[in-house]
């Protein structure tokens, strides 16, 4: 028996697929505006650099930067970037906190997704973090 393009069964599978996507995104929104500000969590910090480059199988490297100011959101996940990837992401938060906490300024490494995918090690980053107190 041949099949078409999609079957019912891969239709299926695509909709619970991109349900649990937005369900994900949803969740990290919320968590995104619960953290607070960087004001009121580290008063002492000025500002925080991200330098990340983003590694995936299959494709180039994907160098990303992010900055975040007192008026920011105390909130250091970032998504994977993998479209097969089902809850994923890096979570810096432990990495920023641990330096805020031993008044570190500077902090190199890497990390691999958390997230649910096809290839276990599907994706990576390597981060430097640079903290600018006040």
């Known amino acids: 028996m ?18 649990k996507k937005n369900v994900t995104r949803t969740e990290r929104m919320r968590q995104r505006l619960d953290s607070g500000s960087m004001a009121d969590h580290f008063p002492e910090v000025a500002s925080i650099d991200i330098r990340m480059t983003y590694n995936q199988k299959g494709i180039k490297s994907l160098l990303r930067t992010f900055s975040f100011s007192p008026g920011s959101y105390a909130f250091f996940r970032v998504d994977c970037l993998s479209k097969d990837c089902v809850d994923g992401g890096f979570d810096l938060t432990h990495v920023i906190t641990g330096m805020i906490k031993n008044r570190r300024k500077a902090a190199k490494g890497e990390l691999s997704c958390e997230g649910d995918s096809p290839a276990a090690d599907h994706a990576a980053i390597v981060y430097e973090v640079a903290i600018h107190y006040t």
Do not use: F, H, K
């Open 2 to 19: 041949e099949r078409g393009p999609l079957a019912r069964g891969d239709l299926l599978l695509i909709e619970v697929m991109n349900n």
